[in-house]
Structures are given as structure tokens and as C-alpha cells.
């Protein structure tokens, strides 16, 4: 199945957003999300518009998850919080957190760990077994008892068994991590090639936007491969469900391969379209 095509803007290192160009409205809600309204001066806050609403019920697990096996001395239980987007390691999301179950929910963290887990979900595919836990670096609390959140994404997590549902999803897990390269891997070649294909879909990207076209900098920033690989995933902000399969990968090198034949196609979908707007520059 060919890989989505995806265009990066490139605004800030921290955030950048690839939107796909085949879809009409690239944006998500959710019940348990809102933006903020007021744009942080650090941060480009995300926007959401219509998404169906989420049942965060055991009946959205799959049967895996809902397994009762003997705990051991070092089970992780982490509360859970199902959205319509993805969370990679390094990445920063903010969140206004308005329902009451969530609201209780960082009633609890604020005096205790800061930290939950993010886990994507859609209305097709219900909740997903693999997710990234959120740390709160930063939070406000309103009068009204909402929460305005910035959270940083850590470690990613594999749910083992589901613990309870109410008032919010607490579940077992176990860390995910990438295995270890093998040796005829070069994982630094890899990730340069990716990062030379980023920014010449930044660069056409910028040209069919009329932007001025300029040196795009140093988008690494000496990241080793890894994070650098999580980084790129978290750019792919149009398509949750690719992003979700490059998060669930326990291979760097796999990972990359597949965020290079990616960027390729994002590539050959913007050169075509370069070229069409030349031939036809009043469409």
C-alpha cells in the first residue's frame, strides 16, 4: 500500500506539520480537547475541528488488553487518555482539559506523578495498544476547574491489561524501546538522507505556498537517530494513522526507511504539482 504524501511546514523545530494534501480538513476534535484560544508566544497551539465523539468504555480494547494475567512486583499502571492524535517521545502537546472524568484525572496527577498516557484513537479503530506518556511541564487552573496543559512526550508504552474504566481508563503496561541496530545498519547515513529529503519538501513546499524560497537550516539539531526519527514522525501530523504505525516500530532503522519513502512520495506529489502550476500558472 503506497505510503501517504504529506507537506511539511516548516515553522519551528519543536512542531513542524506535515498536512496531507488529499484531505480536505486535516484537523480533529475531540469531547475531551479543546484548543487554546489564545496562541502561546513558545507554542503553535493545535487546532481541532469535528471529530466523532470517543467511547472510552473496555468495550473499545481489544480482547488482549482485557486479559487478567498474575501481576508481578514491577507491573506500571498508567492512566490513559484516548485522543485523536498521536504523541511521539520529544514532542509537545498542548491540551485544554475541560470533562470532569479528566478533570479528576489531573486532580490525581497534580499531587502525584504528572504523567499519563496518550493513546490514539478513532471512531474505525477504536483505541490503540501503543501510546507515549505525556509529562505536565507546565499547567494552569482556571476558576472554572478547567486545565490549560503543556505536556512533553517520554517513553513510549505497550498496554498489557486493561484495570478499570471509571471514571477514566487505567491500564497496565510495559515501556516499549528500539531494539539495537545490527552492525551493517548505518543508521547516521539513514537519518541524513531524511533529513536532505525534509528539506526539499519544505523548499518546494514553501515555492507553491509563495513563500521566499531560502536555506532550510539544520533540521537535526545533533540529534542522534532515534529521537531524531521520532522527531520526523511527529511532523506527519495529517495522517494519525501512519504516524501510529511509525510510533508502534521497535526498529530505528525501520523507521526511518519508512519516513524516507514518504518524504520521497511527498516529493514526487509536490514536483508534479510544481511543475502542472508552471505549465498552467493561471489554475
Not at 479503530?125 to 496543559?149: M, Q, Y
Not at 503496561?173 to 548505518?186: A, C, K, T
Not at 507553491?208 to 529521537?227: A, S, Y
Request: glycine content about 4%; charged content about 25%; aromatic content about 8%.
Amino acid at each position: 500500500m503506497a505510503s501517504p504524501q504529506l507537506i511539511p511546514s516548516h515553522s519551528s523545530f519543536n512542531h513542524q506539520a506535515l498536512i496531507n494534501p488529499n484531505s480536505s480538513n486535516a484537523s480533529l476534535s475531540n469531547p475531551n480537547l479543546k484548543p487554546i484560544s489564545k496562541p502561546s508566544s513558545l507554542l503553535q497551539w493545535r487546532k481541532f475541528q469535528s471529530f466523532t465523539s470517543l467511547r472510552c468504555s473496555a468495550s473499545s480494547f481489544p480482547e488482549k488488553h482485557r486479559m487478567n494475567p498474575a501481576k508481578s512486583d514491577d507491573v506500571v499502571e498508567l492512566p490513559l487518555f484516548p485522543l485523536p492524535l498521536v504523541l511521539f517521545p520529544g514532542a509537545v502537546l498542548p491540551l485544554q482539559i475541560f470533562e470532569f472524568r479528566y478533570r479528576i484525572m489531573m486532580h490525581t496527577l497534580l499531587h502525584t506523578d504528572l504523567r499519563f498516557g496518550v493513546i490514539y484513537s478513532d471512531a474505525e479503530t477504536g483505541i490503540s495498544g501503543v501510546g507515549c506518556v505525556g509529562e505536565i511541564v507546565r499547567h494552569e487552573r482556571l476558576a472554572d476547574d478547567r486545565f490549560f496543559l503543556i505536556c512533553k512526550g517520554q517513553e513510549r508504552f505497550r498496554i498489557t491489561d486493561l484495570v478499570r474504566t471509571k471514571p477514566y481508563l487505567v491500564a497496565e503496561v510495559d515501556w516499549l524501546e528500539d531494539r539495537p541496530s545490527v552492525d551493517d545498519e548505518d543508521l547516521e547515513g539513514l537519518a541524513n538522507e531524511v533529513e536532505s529529503c525534509m528539506k526539499d519538501v519544505i523548499r518546494i513546499s514553501n515555492r507553491l505556498n509563495g513563500k521566499l524560497e531560502k536555506e532550510v537550516k539544520d533540521l537535526r539539531k545533533n540529534h542522534f537517530p532515534t529521537p531524531f526519527s521520532f522527531f520526523v514522525g511527529s511532523t506527519f501530523e495529517g495522517a494519525p494513522r501512519e504516524q501510529q504505525a511509525l510510533l508502534e516500530l521497535e526498529c530505528t532503522a525501520a523507521r526511518l526507511k519508512r519516513e524516507k519513502e514518504t518524504l520521497r512520495n511527498t516529493l514526487n506529489y509536490l514536483s508534479a504539482a510544481s511543475a502542472l502550476r508552471d505549465v498552467f500558472p493561471s489554475s
